[in-house]
């Protein structure tokens, strides 16, 4: 094959295989050797698509009779030298399905992968999720006080952040929604958990840092951070919170009804740089609620365009015994009133 053809093989992004009428591999694109995790260009099947049969058994193993590969080419072989087939090849660390179409070429034969890009890109989805749900707090606590939350992304990747964890014996919550949807939300919403101060037991001075490294990324003005962060006080049964431009408020319920605790301030974002977040206090009583959630919760729609409502939550609230309950009720609720969500929908809630 000739340099030229190898060069422009190698930069597009569908994948292809060149093999002789002996099946040995002469040639794999950069594309293909990404798709099926191959370390060589050329050789055996086995060397390009890792199957696990040994070097000298390939074509003669007790798998090559089952071979997908192998067969879309003989078929090419016998069949005037086109075939194709949708495959799934069993690997030795995963599975992968393609739909592969042999073209002859001479005395080769070419093998396309028409969906190896999209699949690439899909593994790659698969692999974003998987480190997302790495980000969100353990399900049962431990120690500290208890809580339940509950986390749906509207697409594979999330812009919502639910964080729960201890500073000096206290309980600390935060939730947070970035701008935008998909993979740049995801992007977004990692920032936010690796730029936030976990040591730091102030919520404001917490929102403050994350709000100076903020601006270290140079953004414009259509990327920000919704955040609200409490501190649990047990001892003082006290509730210290601050607010990043939050719309959805903080929700606490105790045996005279429900507060919604609401703070003015503008969210993280290069709009204003230096705006000085503060911490306020409020007081709880043993058996209280505390709810934090996303307006994607307050702010879903039905088919007939009718919004969730925050007087929805606060009634599923006002009927919960405690904080599990609520998230199981509210997550049927919603299940049952959208059908289907348009963004990420995310709360956490606190057996105080």
Same mark, same amino acid.
Request: hydrophobic share 30%; charged share 20%.
């Given at each position: 094959m000739s340099g030229m053809l190898r060069d422009v093989l190698d930069r597009v992004p569908t994948a292809a295989i060149v093999v002789d009428k002996n099946l040995k591999v002469r040639y794999t694109n950069r594309a293909f050797r990404e798709y099926?995790? %191959?370390k060589k260009e050329r050789g055996f099947l086995r060397d390009v698509i890792s199957c696990g049969e040994p070097r000298e058994k390939c074509g003669n193993g007790v798998k090559c009779a089952y071979c997908g590969l192998r067969g879309v080419f003989l078929d090419a072989a016998q069949n005037g030298g086109k075939a194709f087939r949708k495959l799934i090849l069993r690997g030795e660390r995963d599975d992968v399905a393609f739909r592969i179409k042999v073209i002859p070429m001479n005395k080769y034969y070419l093998g396309i992968v028409d969906n190896a890009y999209e699949t690439e890109i899909a593994r790659e989805m698969y692999s974003a999720q998987s480190i997302q749900q790495r980000l969100l707090p353990p399900a049962n606590p431990e120690s500290g006080t208890r809580y339940s939350f509950m986390y749906i992304p509207c697409r594979e990747i999330g812009g919502d952040l639910p964080d729960v964890y201890e500073v000096n014996g206290e309980t600390m919550g935060l939730i947070a929604d970035v701008s935008g949807k998909g993979i %740049?939300?995801?992007? /977004? %919403?990692a920032f936010v958990k690796a730029g936030w101060d976990r *040591?730091?037991? %102030?919520p404001a001075r917490a929102i403050r840092g994350l709000n100076a490294k903020f601006q270290e990324l140079n953004l414009d003005e259509r990327s920000y951070v919704t955040a609200a962060a409490v501190r649990i006080d047990r001892a003082r049964r006290e509730i210290n919170y601050s607010v990043a431009g939050h719309n959805a408020p903080l929700l606490l319920k105790s045996a005279l009804g429900i507060d919604e605790i609401v703070m003015n301030s503008p969210p993280v974002s290069t709009w204003i740089p230096d705006f000085e977040y503060d911490d306020r206090v409020i007081g709880y009583s043993k058996g209280d609620i505390l709810v934090m959630l996303t307006d994607g919760v307050t702010e879903s729609k039905n088919g007939r365009g009718e919004q969730f409502s925050l007087e929805r939550v606060e009634g599923? /609230?006002?009927? *919960?015994?405690?904080a599990e309950r609520f998230i199981e009720r509210l997550k049927a609720v919603l299940k049952e009133f959208c059908g289907t969500f348009t963004d990420d929908l995310t709360a956490v809630a606190f057996d105080l």
């Open positions: 099926f995790r %191959s %740049s939300a995801g992007m /977004l %919403s *040591s730091e037991p %102030s599923i /609230l006002q009927k *919960s015994e405690n």
